[in-house]
């Protein structure tokens, strides 16, 4: 399946220091692979390949994860996003009643969804109606009064009796009699073939004419595979969808389907079905299914976790070096602005490390390139510089110039920055009345 092959893949990065361009090129290679494997449509793996790339090669790794964990994220939210991001509700009518028309091949479970959906709409405190304009089966009006009965909601069907009724006068019909019967919900069930097929398509036009309705909700069955990106399109073209219901999400999907059919629909998942019974259906949720697909649930948690225990792990240390009265040093500094640059651009992020907001009007001419020649001036300091800068006399100023390719006024610069940098430090914690800073003050 596409989760065993994509932790394959992820058990390949583990245990590497840092990703190469090499690793990055070999593994998104590889997730392309399992992608078109699990029949995901070439335009959405092109897409998600390309954004791959570019995030596991920008700017945004984090130190709190190792490799394998930064390509885990980047690809669980890339499949979110693919998914839908945050997920759409349904439209209902300003003016009732709402009408929802289903639309889908045979087998694909729009009956099913009708029972499902007008179950679900009742708990949510609406009156459903449900239509039966699929008169070509023989069983489907009684499909559909039976799976009524179960969610205790009427049905509109044709008299019995009249021969086969013409589902297009049915659903018209039913507008009506919705709203005779105070029904602020209209649910129409449609036919479906085995094929895509111009004679059921006009007929899903002609019903969408007749109840003019504020969603069409495509219904597919999520274990098909490649087919799904023809027939979505088939119904995009014939009948213009606003919606899409994935079904049969308990059998063993592949997974291409869901990847596939908000791209090539351009519309939203809307409902998710995952069993024959009225109650195995929910609102779809992109990163459930996200997780679903990664099978990775532990592992997306330890991920988020080690995020925030850095940000807390730093944040800490620098609290309880302040509050210990100890000096803020070099180190200290240098600590800090790896950490920022790791973070992105340093004007969004100053305000937000501990004690830098205060250095914000002095730090606000510089740039990246001016942070990352502290950071090599830093680094060509022992030590015992750094905790002590009190000791760099000038010999030793041009060697640090010298080590980090910079001249002595920019050393000068910094040291003399610094020493200001301190100071403001101590009047902070003097000013919160942390009682380190009275201890040194004393
Ligand atoms: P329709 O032809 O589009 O109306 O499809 P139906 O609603 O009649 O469903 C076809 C078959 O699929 C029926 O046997 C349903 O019980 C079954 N079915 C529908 N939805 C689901 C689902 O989410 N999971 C499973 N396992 N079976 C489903
Ligand atoms: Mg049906």
Known sequence: TLSDRLSGIFGKLR??????????????REIRLALLEADVALPVVKAFIASLKERARGAEVSQALN???Q???IVNEELIQILGGEGRRLQFAKQPPTVIMLAGLQGSGKTTLAGKLSRWLKGQGHQPLLVACDLQRPNAVNQLQVLAQRAGVDVYAPEPGNGVGDPVQVARDSIEHAKRTA????IVDTAGRLGIDTEMMRQAADIRDAVDPDEVIFVIDAMVGQDAVRTAEAFRDGV???GVVLSKLDGDARGGAALSVRHVTGQPILFASTGEKLEDFDVFHPDRMAGRILDMGDLLTLIEQAEQAFDEDQKEKMASKLLGGEQFTLEDFLDQLIAVRRMGPIANIIGMMPGMGQLKGQLDELDDSHFDRVTAIIRSMTPGERTNPKVINGSRRLRIANGSGVTVMDVNQLLNRFTEAQKMMKQMTGMMGLPGARRSAT
């Open 15 to 28: 245990g590497k220091g840092k990703l190469t361009d090499a690793d990055i090129d070999a593994t998104a």
């Open 71 to 73: 390509i885990i994220k």
């Open 183 to 186: 029904k602020d919900v209209v």
């Open 240 to 242: 213009g969808i606003t």
């Open 67 to 69: 490799p394998a964990q």
